[in-house]
């Protein structure tokens, strides 16, 4: 093109032209020491479903208006979702586009810009070019994100690599490849911008049914017109649903991309003509918007009608004087994105051309296969991971860098990737697939089982990707697995062990019946009808909490340190997210503690958890999970499922909050962390202008708040050797707990200021099974008798412990004194002393580097038979002082309390106990035989949590048995 317009152009141009092909010739030789910026960005359309986005984006196109345009969700039966992506250039759609050659003339333009500016004065006012550039007001602080920014830094300035060069056939392929395509800068309108930037628009699905892909294309480096029909906030039929949607997308976008620049849209102006009316719409949404502060602070409103959106009429396409404003704001807008003036090798942009020229017959790429490719336009293996990183944040290829597995991926043709997911992700009566007809004759059970509740059984799955290598299955499976749209659980005896997963975007909408409309409507309208329940006779206080979400949290930015918040306030300030409580089921389901079959849908959850029923279900109006149960002692589940549902929010929306709360009367809430605290301070606490005393609190609260004090009975005392077992002893103390015992732990049970050595040895006296924790590093501890005499908590828990045992044996074989049988009387429950013996794998240091050490049960009776054959006197004062004080001198047995160090180990050693030295399933894993989606150390944690439940479920039969029977 360049000799073209020498050939025909006077001096000017020709001058021009003259040194465009100076520039290609140094180019050719040398392109891998040219950079330029990528002027290339995003815009992603969002908004509920036939809002209108699709006629939104072909009005700024200038395309005629189509009355009867089809939603983007469901436009292809056989892709499902649609992710209508194209490219456009000065707001035309672009049929092909060929990255090297518009970098190459953007730098083209740049290194001439000074005698551009010479030669203007002599050219015709209709030609002449301009050379300047548009201003950005952003600071260094709204630069790309930390893993994009290292990326740009890292880029050299440059600097060609010795090894790696553009060859010439290469060079000549790229200049030929997209016939038609301009190297010289094009005559352009005066006042048009010298470098046009290449937008990329994706126009995403608005029924909330795809949700679950949308993080996928989200990112803070693309402007986000949130679209709505303004009509809607005039109907009270679809106001707050409309009005739902909205906060749905504001949120979606702060989560996803946070900072990004956002645009309110309202389509069909034709219908809303008056003035009045938009400004009644402006009102509505500016009301809302107050909720939303982080949205209102990257908000780009419309000056010109002072409105804060954008009112427009798709009906007359881009002569809308709406649609005209529009697009000049999203130019400016587009214009001060970062991302726009960060520069990249050019020959990055060579290679980009190749792989998309390539995605119909490769629609990915190993990183082992891209390596090469890359090579042969002078792009060093070390750069290739950085090159898709920024790809990947243009929304133009997908590059998981912290996923196992995608690491090594790379996905050229997006639209590939979704339809590979949405072979398991769909809605399956609207969107059938030509094998689903087989795959239900074959695999009826599992069919029905993911179709209809969201199990998916690992054959199914094997066959739904049969034509996809193992290695991108799995890495796919690791993907779908990080992002929450699949939560691998504990299989099933009937599965043969195999994988089985939760698919929680595909669980039936509600428990109750199901109509068609409910697949595309959001969970919040719904589940509309639930609101909050404040306490009465009927729905006591008892077992019940508000699981609120939020973007700050409530108390420490909005109420300090009040303990109440009121209910009008959590209208405002709090929202539950699309998908939130799916994420909270599935992780539950995973942590191994739910029995039988639960039932599940997105609305509302119930499912056995250890002992007890569990119920989780959306509360809209409060923008809140309520949680509730039937379990006597509910703490300890409680405080498992919160943590559950924290971590579950955290991966799937990182900014949000989640806040327990209590209810407590018709307009308010109590905050369960400040009732917590009042119980242990045992201070008095202010809400909604009452005092509430701990005592009332305990009666209206006491089985979800922690204990106070010693107990009158308990199921488990554990005793322990603080720095060497205290880790396996929270643990076991945490599981009984979730299966309704009582336990007694020291740290939890006894109060500052109260006698520790008395108020232990009376809970050993009031508990009916005693689990002392015996390791070889306690043992080892008591060879110091040997050196000096001291008081050992452990070893006076132990003695303490057989003599109160053997004090109940006779009293239930009847051989005890009439004075004995007297002075214990109701003073003592304890039936069995169960010890547990821990190898070093169950020690503190080893449970926190998760590694293994050398099993040899022999050496722990070793040391037993080395012990000191001392009687330790400082151990034995207190336990005769408190025998004393407790019963009266008539139980005292000389014999026992003349027990040595060896005797009291020896005895406790003579108990059944279970030993915890079986490390098979530990050794196993090391091999090897572990699941592919979870890394090494967490294949051995979970192996532990496994064997725990083992230990747990041993002291469970003891616990039974000594309820039941004597001895």
């Known amino acids: 093109e360049a000799y073209s317009v020498l050939q025909r152009a006077q001096a000017p141009q020709a001058q021009l032209a003259s040194q465009s092909i100076d520039y290609l010739m140094r180019f050719k030789f040398d392109v891998s020491a040219q950079s330029g910026p990528l002027c290339r960005a995003s815009i992603t359309f969002v908004g509920e479903g036939r809002a209108g986005k699709t006629s939104c984006v072909n009005s700024l196109l200038g395309k005629v208006f189509q009355a009867d345009m089809k939603s983007t969700v469901g436009a292809d039966t056989?892709?499902?979702?649609?992710?209508?992506?194209?490219?456009?250039?000065?707001?035309?759609?672009?049929?092909?586009?060929?990255?090297?050659?518009?970098?190459?003339?953007?730098?083209?333009?740049?290194?001439?810009?000074?005698?551009?500016?010479?030669?203007?004065?002599?050219?015709?006012?209709?030609?002449?070019?301009?050379?300047?550039?548009?201003?950005?007001?952003?600071?260094?602080?709204?630069?790309?994100?930390?893993?994009?920014?290292?990326?740009?830094?890292?880029?050299?300035?440059?600097?060609?690599?010795?090894?790696?060069?553009?060859?010439?056939?290469?060079?000549?392929?790229?200049?030929?490849?997209?016939?038609?395509?301009?190297?010289?800068?094009?005559?352009?309108?005066?006042?048009?911008?010298?470098?046009?930037?290449?937008?990329?628009?994706?126009?995403?699905?608005?029924?909330?049914?795809?949700?679950?892909?949308?993080?996928?294309?989200?990112?803070?480096?693309?402007?986000?017109?949130?679209?709505?029909?303004?009509?809607?906030?005039?109907?009270?039929?679809?106001?707050?649903?409309?009005?739902?949607?909205?906060?749905?997308?504001?949120?979606?976008?702060?989560?996803?991309?946070?900072?990004?620049?956002?645009?309110?849209?309202?389509?069909?102006?034709?219908?809303?003509?008056?003035?009045?009316?938009?400004?009644?719409?402006?009102?509505?949404?500016?009301?809302?918007?107050?909720?939303?502060?982080?949205?209102?602070?990257?908000?780009?409103?419309?000056?010109?009608?002072?409105?804060?959106?954008?009112?427009?009429?798709?009906?007359?396409?881009?002569?809308?004087?709406?649609?005209?404003?529009?697009?000049?704001?999203?130019?400016?807008?587009?214009?001060?994105?970062?991302?726009?003036?960060?520069?990249?090798?050019?020959?990055?942009?060579?290679?980009?051309?190749?792989?998309?020229?390539?995605?119909?017959?490769?629609?990915?790429?190993?990183?082992?296969?891209?390596?090469?490719?890359?090579?042969?336009?002078?792009?060093?293996?070390?750069?290739?991971?950085?090159?898709?990183?920024?790809?990947?944040?243009?929304?133009?290829?997908?590059?998981?860098?912290?996923?196992?597995?995608?690491?090594?991926?790379?996905?050229?043709?997006?639209?590939?990737?979704?339809?590979?997911?949405?072979?398991?992700?769909?809605?399956?009566?609207?969107?059938?697939?030509?094998?689903?007809?087989?795959?239900?004759?074959?695999?009826?059970?599992?069919?029905?089982?993911?179709?209809?509740?969201?199990?998916?059984?690992?054959?199914?799955?094997?066959?739904?990707?049969?034509?996809?290598?193992?290695?991108?299955?799995?890495?796919?499976?690791?993907?779908?697995?990080?992002?929450?749209?699949?939560?691998?659980?504990?299989?099933?005896?009937?599965?043969?062990?195999?994988?089985?997963?939760?698919?929680?975007?595909?669980?039936?909408?509600?428990?109750?019946?199901?109509?068609?409309?409910?697949?595309w409507a959001l969970c919040n309208s719904i589940a509309q009808q639930n609101v909050y329940e404040p306490p009465t006779a009927e729905v006591p206080r008892q077992c019940r909490v508000y699981l609120t979400v939020s973007v700050q949290p409530l108390q420490s930015t909005v109420f300090g340190d009040d303990a109440s918040i009121a209910v009008t306030s959590l209208h405002e300030l709090a929202f539950v997210p699309e998908g939130v409580l799916a994420h909270v089921t599935g992780a539950l389901l995973s942590s191994g503690h739910v029995r039988g079959t639960p039932k599940l849908s997105r609305t509302h959850s119930r499912f056995l958890f250890g002992e007890s029923r569990v119920s989780l279900e959306l509360v809209p109006a409060i923008g809140s999970i309520l949680f509730s149960t039937d379990a006597e002692r509910a703490e300890y589940l409680f405080k498992r499922v919160f943590e559950s549902a924290q971590q579950a929010l955290c991966e799937a929306f990182p900014s949000a909050q989640m806040t327990a709360l209590l209810p407590f009367s018709q307009t308010h809430l109590l905050f369960y962390d400040h009732a917590v605290q009042a119980i242990q301070s045992q201070q008095s606490l202010a809400v909604d202008l009452e005092i509430v005393s701990v005592k009332t609190l305990q009666q209206q609260y006491g089985s979800l708040l922690p204990p106070t004090g010693t107990l009158d009975n308990y199921h488990v005392f554990i005793s322990y050797r603080q720095k060497e077992s205290s880790l396996f002893a929270l643990d076991m103390h945490e599981q009984l707990n979730l299966q309704q015992f009582t336990v007694f732990l020291d740290r939890h049970n006894i109060e500052p200021g109260q006698d520790f050595k008395y108020s232990f040895m009376k809970a050993i006296c009031k508990t009916l099974v005693v689990c002392p924790l015996v390791s070889i590093k306690t043992l080892e501890n008591m060879m110091g008798f040997n050196m000096s005499d001291y008081c050992d908590n452990v070893l006076l828990e132990w003695w303490c412990a057989l003599i109160v045992h053997r004090i109940m044996t006779k009293v239930s074989d009847n051989t005890a004194s009439p004075d004995v049988k007297a002075a214990v009387c109701g003073k003592i429950h304890t039936k069995r002393v169960f010890p547990m013996l821990l190898s070093n794998a169950w020690s503190n240091a080893l449970l926190q580097t998760g590694q293994q050490d050398a099993v040899d049960p022999e050496r722990m009776f070793r040391l037993r038979d080395g012990l000191p054959t001392v009687v330790s006197t400082k151990t034995q004062a207190p336990l005769v002082s408190f025998l004393k004080s407790y019963f009266g001198p008539s139980v005292l047995d000389m014999d026992e309390l003349s027990y040595t160090v060896h005797d009291v180990v020896a005895a406790v050693l003579s108990y059944d106990a279970i030993r915890c030295f079986d490390t098979a399933k530990l050794t196993q894993c090391r091999k090897g035989k572990r699941s592919p989606l979870v890394p090494f150390q967490e294949s051995i944690a979970f192996d532990k949590q496994g064997r725990l439940l083992e230990f747990v479920g041993k002291v469970k039969g003891v616990v039974k048995s000594a309820t039941h029977h004597d001895g």
């Open 78 to 519: 056989e892709t499902q979702i649609s992710v209508d992506q194209l490219n456009i250039e000065n707001w035309k759609e672009m049929d092909g586009h060929d990255e090297l050659l518009r970098a190459m003339r953007t730098n083209l333009n740049a290194s001439m810009s000074s005698e551009a500016e010479d030669v203007e004065a002599s050219l015709d006012p209709a030609e002449s070019v301009r050379g300047e550039e548009a201003e950005s007001d952003w600071s260094e602080e709204d630069e790309l994100d930390s893993a994009v920014e290292r990326t740009m830094d890292a880029v050299p300035d440059a600097q060609p690599d010795a090894n790696c060069s553009l060859s010439s056939e290469a060079f000549d392929e790229a200049i030929i490849a997209k016939q038609g395509q301009a190297i010289l800068l094009q005559k352009q309108d005066k006042g048009s911008e010298q470098s046009s930037t290449v937008l990329t628009v994706f126009d995403l699905g608005g029924q909330p049914f795809f949700y679950v892909f949308h993080p996928f294309f989200m990112n803070k480096h693309s402007v986000y017109p949130c679209v709505f029909n303004m009509q809607d906030l005039f109907n009270d039929d679809k106001k707050a649903n409309a009005l739902m949607f909205l906060e749905q997308w504001w949120f979606m976008i702060h989560q996803y991309a946070p900072g990004a620049p956002v645009l309110l849209v309202g389509t069909h102006a034709d219908q809303v003509t008056e003035r009045d009316q938009q400004a009644t719409v402006h009102r509505v949404l500016l009301a809302k918007l107050q909720d939303h502060p982080q949205i209102l602070k990257v908000l780009q409103t419309n000056e010109k009608q002072d409105l804060c959106y954008f009112p427009i009429d798709n009906t007359q396409s881009d002569g809308d004087p709406g649609v005209k404003a529009l697009r000049i704001v999203i130019d400016m807008t587009v214009s001060k994105l970062p991302i726009i003036n960060q520069k990249v090798p050019l020959s990055w942009t060579a290679l980009f051309d190749k792989l998309k020229a390539e995605q119909a017959t490769q629609p990915m790429l190993r990183l082992d296969e891209l390596i090469p490719v890359a090579a042969s336009f002078g792009i060093p293996a070390r750069d290739v991971k950085r090159c898709c990183k920024v790809w990947h944040a243009l929304g133009l290829v997908l590059y998981f860098d912290t996923v196992a597995g995608m690491d090594q991926i790379v996905v050229i043709d997006i639209q590939w990737a979704v339809n590979l997911m949405t072979r398991i992700i769909r809605c399956f009566h609207l969107h059938p697939h030509e094998q689903d007809y087989s795959l239900l004759a074959r695999y009826n059970q599992e069919w029905k089982s993911l179709t209809r509740n969201g199990w998916l059984h690992q054959a199914l799955l094997d066959e739904l990707w049969k034509n996809i290598d193992k290695d991108v299955r799995d890495a796919f499976l690791s993907l779908m697995v990080r992002f929450g749209l699949l939560m691998p659980v504990k299989s099933k005896k009937d599965d043969g062990g195999r994988p089985l997963f939760l698919c929680p975007y595909i669980l039936p909408p509600t428990l109750g019946e199901v109509r068609i409309d409910m697949n």
